[in-house]
């Protein structure tokens, strides 16, 4: 690979990191783009996957995966996540000769149905909110090895009589080595702004994000084991901070228990990796599980041990036609569950042509 493409490429990515700047949890909008949109990327943890593999929505969190393979693909996801809350997607990706290979998407989400009342509580009727997402994603192999990617999108939001416009840009680059079966992505997340916020003149970031993931299948078994970081544009992953409600207090003198320095700082540096395997027993069927940190510290019962930042699910291939289930554990109770179905027209096309033709061979033997 030339020097020159080497430049182009971190230019690339690099030209759209804003500056670093810290952010407190609950101030941003549009929080829904976080959401996992396929099965198998919620059973790894729901960040980054590096990783080339038959999953169309690939196109939704890295960009620079997209190539011919995905040709003619199409895939949607129903996810039942909290409450009355759900949420779907659905995505086709097509490839053309000159121009790279293109995916389209679409994400719904709805919140369900409200009361709306007056600051008496008066009941004056009901409303309903929703969160929706056109995506346009385009990927471009550069060499054997490298490849990048860039997906823009329009949102939407309204909740009862608020409403929002907003425009994002991910940007994504990877490495790949097809010999060790080893992938290295870097990808600039959710870059943009809003167009029309909820309230004249009040524009709320988006959730930025710069993440890395690395992913490797082992020579002599069949598994791969996935690491990701995200939130790499700032260091403090802790939601509440120095105010955190749940810190211990002292029984003799009430004053608080804070965590040592060394503590504090492998929490936190922890906080920014997601882990996960993919167990391979057979060439139809893929097993994954992933522990979310992160997720788990911001979830977590103190008083109860609970799976909240685990994650696991399964995707079975069959005939051209994939199929995915999995769940992630976010608190006790609180276990959305993800159903991924996905298919290649053109494979489909060509085996039920070959179904037609056997069956005329042994027609006329």
Same mark, same amino acid.
């Given at each position: #690979?030339?020097?020159?493409?080497?430049?182009?490429?971190?230019?690339?990515?690099?030209?759209?990191?804003?500056?670093?700047? $810290?952010?407190?949890?609950?101030?941003?909008?549009?929080?829904?783009?976080?959401?996992?949109?396929?099965?198998?990327?919620?059973?790894?943890?729901?960040?980054?996957? $590096?990783?080339?593999?038959?999953?169309?929505?690939?196109?939704?969190?890295?960009?620079?995966?997209?190539?011919?393979?995905?040709?003619?693909?199409?895939?949607?996801?129903?996810?039942?996540?909290?409450?009355?809350?759900?949420?779907?997607?659905?995505?086709?990706?097509?490839? /053309? !000769? !000159?121009?790279?290979?293109?995916?389209?998407?679409?994400?719904?989400?709805?919140?369900?149905?409200?009361?709306?009342?007056?600051? %008496?509580?008066?009941?004056?009727?009901?409303?309903?909110?929703?969160?929706?997402?056109?995506?346009?994603?385009?990927?471009?192999?550069?060499?054997?090895?490298?490849?990048?990617?860039?997906?823009?999108?329009?949102?939407?939001?309204?909740?009862?009589?608020?409403?929002?416009?907003?425009?994002?840009?991910?940007?994504?680059?990877?490495?790949?080595?097809?010999?060790?079966?080893?992938?290295?992505?870097?990808?600039?997340?959710?870059?943009?702004?809003?167009?029309?916020?909820?309230?004249?003149? &009040?524009?709320?970031?988006?959730?930025?994000?710069?993440?890395?993931?690395?992913?490797?299948?082992?020579?002599?078994?069949?598994?791969?084991?996935?690491?990701?970081? +995200?939130?790499?544009?700032?260091?403090?992953?802790?939601?509440?901070?120095? !105010?955190?409600?749940?810190?211990?207090?002292?029984? #003799?003198?009430?004053?608080?228990?804070?965590?040592?320095?060394?503590?504090?700082?492998?929490?936190?540096?922890? &906080?920014? /990796?997601?882990?996960?395997?993919?167990?391979?027993?057979?060439?139809?069927? %893929?097993?994954?599980?992933?522990?979310? +940190?992160? &997720?788990?510290?911001?979830?977590?019962?103190?008083?109860?041990?609970?799976?909240?930042?685990?994650?696991?699910?399964?995707?079975?291939?069959?005939?051209?036609?994939?199929?995915?289930?999995?769940?992630?554990?976010?608190?006790?109770?609180?276990?959305?569950?993800?159903?991924?179905?996905?298919?290649?027209?053109?494979?489909? $096309?060509?085996?039920?042509?070959?179904? !037609?033709?056997?069956?005329?061979?042994?027609?006329?033997?």
């Amino acid at each position: #690979m030339s020097l020159r493409t080497i430049i182009f490429f971190i230019g690339l990515v690099l030209g759209v990191i804003p500056p670093a700047v $810290s952010q407190v949890g609950g101030n941003q909008t549009y929080n829904f783009l976080k959401f996992s949109n396929s099965s198998r990327q919620a059973a790894l943890g729901g960040n980054l996957i $590096s990783v080339h593999h038959a999953d169309p929505f690939i196109a939704l969190y890295n960009p620079s995966m997209l190539s011919p393979d995905f040709h003619t693909s199409l895939a949607a996801n129903f996810t039942d996540y909290f409450s009355n809350a759900g949420y779907g997607s659905f995505v086709y990706a097509h490839h /053309f !000769k !000159k121009a790279g290979s293109f995916a389209f998407s679409l994400q719904t989400v709805g919140y369900g149905s409200f009361t709306q009342t007056d600051e %008496s509580g008066n009941t004056l009727g009901s409303f309903t909110a929703g969160d929706y997402a056109l995506t346009t994603a385009w990927g471009r192999q550069l060499d054997s090895n490298f490849s990048i990617g860039a997906a823009l999108k329009l949102i939407y939001s309204g909740y009862e009589s608020y409403n929002s416009f907003g425009l994002a840009v991910d940007v994504a680059g990877t490495y790949y080595h097809p010999d060790k079966q080893i992938s290295l992505t870097l990808l600039v997340r959710n870059a943009g702004s809003q167009l029309k916020p909820y309230i004249t003149g &009040r524009f709320e970031p988006l959730p930025f994000d710069i993440q890395l993931a690395f992913s490797q299948r082992l020579a002599h078994l069949p598994v791969r084991y996935h690491i990701s970081l +995200h939130s790499l544009y700032k260091w403090n992953m802790a939601y509440v901070g120095e !105010k955190d409600p749940l810190l211990e207090k002292d029984g #003799m003198t009430g004053a608080y228990k804070y965590p040592s320095d060394a503590s504090r700082f492998f929490d936190n540096f922890f &906080r920014h /990796f997601v882990f996960g395997v993919e167990i391979i027993p057979i060439k139809y069927l %893929s097993l994954q599980l992933a522990y979310n +940190h992160n &997720r788990h510290q911001e979830m977590k019962i103190p008083q109860k041990r609970t799976l909240a930042g685990f994650s696991y699910g399964f995707t079975v291939n069959i005939s051209s036609i994939q199929i995915g289930f999995s769940r992630a554990h976010f608190a006790a109770g609180a276990t959305p569950n993800y159903f991924t179905f996905a298919a290649n027209i053109d494979e489909l $096309s060509q085996l039920t042509k070959q179904r !037609k033709t056997k069956k005329l061979q042994r027609l006329h033997e």
